[in-house]
């Protein structure tokens, strides 16, 4: 019912990218003592590109058998990209940094509530709107 209103498409897609974020934020911390390991981050959501409807995935899963069985993964259009200015690494090579990691963390926490209170507010304007509760 709300996919095709541009606010709701706008927070959902916000929420996904954030979520995908700190899933590979939450990577990073992980390989903290990883030698040679550089942290990863997802590009910047693009809106434009949201609300054209344009942000297909690069790769997905194909067939190339009549016999095969059609795949159903739906691949996340958000890619995640190698960040290659470090400022600091460790002897080893790990250019992981603990608090930066953590200050995206929080920052992408912040960011995920004010998208959910914003897909809140405009159902309950809808919702009153159209007279149900």
Do not use: C
């Not at 590009?43 to 997905?60: I, N, R, S, Y």
């Not at 691949?75 to 603990?98: C, H």
């Amino acid at each position: 019912m709300y996919d095709d209103l541009g606010i709701f498409k706008m927070a959902k897609a916000q929420m996904d990218w954030i979520a995908q974020r700190q899933e590979v934020l939450a990577g990073n911390i992980a390989n903290a003592n990883t030698p040679r390991y550089l942290p990863k981050d997802l590009k910047d959501l693009d809106f434009k590109q949201v609300l054209a409807g344009t942000t297909e995935p690069e790769v997905g899963a194909a067939t190339t058998n009549a016999k095969h069985i059609v795949p159903e993964v739906t691949p996340s259009p958000f890619k995640a990209v190698t960040q290659r200015r470090t400022y600091e690494s460790t002897p080893d090579g790990n250019a992981v940094i603990l608090e930066e990691q953590m200050a995206k963390l929080g920052d992408a926490n912040s960011k995920y509530n004010a998208a959910a209170a914003l897909f809140q507010k405009y159902q309950k304007m809808i919702k009153t709107a159209s007279g149900s509760r």
